[in-house]
């Protein structure tokens, strides 16, 4: 009888445990993961943004404008204490050398101002009596070149991208029938996790413009066929007169472990580690 309890109790605790392994997995294929990520332009590039899972169960957001950095948590409890740890071993370190923690260590000694009469050259002169129109073109003409700078650097990292795609379907050609249906079964699977992946909803605006307006209509017909199916979302405002690049987007969007784990194995991976170690 004793044994017959035992062994009773024992198949109870692993029925609990075969039954939270199966919530547990359900909710990895069921329950989606959400981001929602904040890109804004200005005067510099700043990102800030959030993913999370299961009812903020696990939290991770980062963020490049400030001192916050990657933080991760779960439950509401930081995991990565790397922060909390450097600033112990500072307040560790002033303790050791007898400074307290709220105050700053003790400067040099400051030299003597002079306050005797300032030398003035000639060059400096003629630098104070220039005339105000072209101080403003000398100050606005490095900003133009250089926001116009970051359009060409943008538009060769365009053409790049798609010279290498050619450079790709050109090695498709010599690959056996074997490997194009793989690489086709790659293609469509692909295609169909980044629509799944892609935002669901953006918002915000772009004002940009280059001093050729030409090459400015060229961006504005480019961008308005990327942003064709967020065309209520994403305001789009060219400017002809002026290089000038700003704008902010909000991208929010989710994925399902479910969607991921079908198109994985409709790409039959065994099948294609086998034909890759063949190679």
Known sequence: MILLTILKWLGIALLCVLA???VLCMCILFVPVRYHISVTCMDRWSAHGVVSWMFHILHLSFDTDGKKGTRLRIFGFPVSARENAGSRKRKRKK???GVPAGSREPSQKEPEK???KPEVSLTEVKQMHK???SMENETMEPSGKKKRSRFIALRNRVKKFFLSIKGIFDKIKAV???GLQL?????????????HIFPKKVRGWIHFGTSDPAQTGEILGAVSILFAMYGQGVRVIPDFDQAVFEGKVELRGSLMGIILLILVIRVHPIRLVSYLDGK
């Open 95 to 97: 303790k050791a050398s």
């Open 20 to 22: 939270l392994l199966l």
């Open 131 to 133: 005339e105000p129109e």
């Open 114 to 116: 002079d306050f005797g």
């Open 176 to 178: 056996d029938r074997e």
């Open 183 to 195: 690489i086709r079964l790659l293609l469509v699977n692909g295609g169909k996790l980044l629509k």
